[in-house]
């Protein structure tokens, strides 16, 4: 004690946390405890809704009528359960929705329209899953379907772990996509009898420079429970290995260390595949080196006129002659600045270079 963490959600803070707060209270009074709270740190996870749903408003002698013409909509029951109702915003008439498929509707900007009529606004909306609803997602179907390191990774990866998010099961191949590119990439392609090359060579510098990125940015995203955003960093890491001839021995393993928190079983089993006994469990987390974290170089646009004319690629440390010298100099600039008057010329340090001229 104290717990270093708490997670649970909103309907948690009065069965759980009110109870064991006042005891823990009670019993610092008593002095059989030595802390004030019995928690030090404590984060709500949002709900995870059921999959958006979409409703049309319909008359009650027949018509679809656009959402957008439908005031105080809310939700009753009626017959077989639960439907959107409202009123028209002219007529007051109330209308009811009817629920249809995601193949009826199609996107237009910011809303959701009738594919058979682009006029009628469609609502769409997601809810607490339920059972009346019959909204609900069995787990179990997921991980028998693709795994349950694929479930894991689309839950953390749908959003912040404290902001509310709707389920959407056509989004979980993505993850499965990703999982089934690691493998190729690591491991090979069984089915097609192609076996990854993994050698004990350097790595490249950019590749290395990304590397070590990624080992800073996933371990404090851990730390920070920001799992969205460290799932994204490894997923730009295996686009880089993707296509490589070799993959360096040292960019697998520092890899596959990384993604083991959230897809367990199949970095297990690469890890094994490496050529590795012992679990990756026992493993220290990898460290990065702050000096490969510094980019050597940048890569500025070149304005003339404030119309962008190129882009050019100096090193970081390079001073603003020379960076000004070099853009004046670039084939794409020449044409608009040849035989003309160089009124002004501004270097803003690492954003851009920008030439006026008459």
């Known amino acids: 004690m104290p717990v270093d963490l708490y997670v649970g959600g909103a309907e948690h803070a009065v069965l759980h946390l009110l109870y064991?707060?006042?005891?823990h209270k009670v019993l610092f009074d008593l002095g059989q405890v030595s802390t004030r709270e019995p928690f030090q740190r404590l984060v709500n996870q949002g709900t995870i809704l059921g999959e958006t749903e979409f409703n049309v408003f319909n008359r009650t002698g027949g018509g679809a009528v656009s959402a957008a013409e439908v005031r105080d909509i809310v939700e009753e029951v009626i017959g077989d359960g639960p439907h959107l109702v409202g009123f028209h915003k002219q007529s007051g008439e109330k209308v009811i929705a009817e629920r249809i498929e995601l193949e009826a509707v199609e996107k237009r900007g910011d809303r959701y329209v009738l594919k058979s009529n682009p006029q009628i606004a469609v609502e769409?909306?997601?809810?607490?899953?339920?059972?009346?609803?019959g909204n609900i997602v069995n787990p179990d179907h997921i991980v028998g379907d693709y795994g349950a390191d694929t479930f894991r990774l689309y839950e953390m990866y749908m959003g912040p772990l404290e902001a509310q998010k709707p389920w959407n099961t056509r989004d979980i191949v993505g993850m499965s996509r990703f999982l089934n590119s690691v493998?190729?990439?690591l491991i090979g392609d069984e089915e097609a009898g192609k076996v990854a090359q993994i050698v004990?060579?350097?790595?490249?510098?950019e590749l290395d420079r990304q590397m070590h990125r990624t080992i800073k940015k996933v371990g404090e995203d851990i730390e920070g429970l920001r799992f969205n955003t460290a799932i994204a960093e490894l997923i730009k890491l295996n686009n880089e290995m993707t296509g490589l001839a070799t993959v360096p021995k040292q960019l697998a393993?520092?890899?596959?260390?990384?993604?083991?928190?959230?897809?367990?079983h199949i970095a297990e089993e690469i890890w094994n595949r490496l050529g590795?006994?012992?679990?990756?469990?026992?493993?220290?987390?990898?460290?990065?080196?702050?000096?490969?974290?510094?980019?050597?170089?940048?890569?500025?646009?070149i304005q003339v006129n404030g119309k962008l004319r190129g882009t050019i690629s100096v090193a970081v440390d390079a001073g603003e002659d020379q960076i000004l010298a070099a853009a004046k100099d670039m084939a794409a600039v020449k044409p608009w600045i040849e035989g003309k008057h160089l009124v002004k010329q501004i270097y803003i340090p690492k954003k851009l270079v920008s030439l006026v001229v008459q």
């Open 200 to 205: 004990a060579g350097e790595i490249l510098v």
């Open 20 to 23: 064991s707060r006042f005891w």
């Open 276 to 301: 590795h006994d012992r679990s990756l469990a026992r493993q220290d987390w990898p460290k990065y080196d702050q000096a490969k974290l510094v980019e050597s170089s940048m890569e500025l646009p």
């Open 124 to 133: 769409a909306r997601s809810s607490k899953m339920s059972k009346s609803r």
């Open 253 to 264: 393993e520092t890899f596959t260390l990384m993604l083991a928190p959230f897809a367990p």
């Open 183 to 185: 493998y190729r990439n």
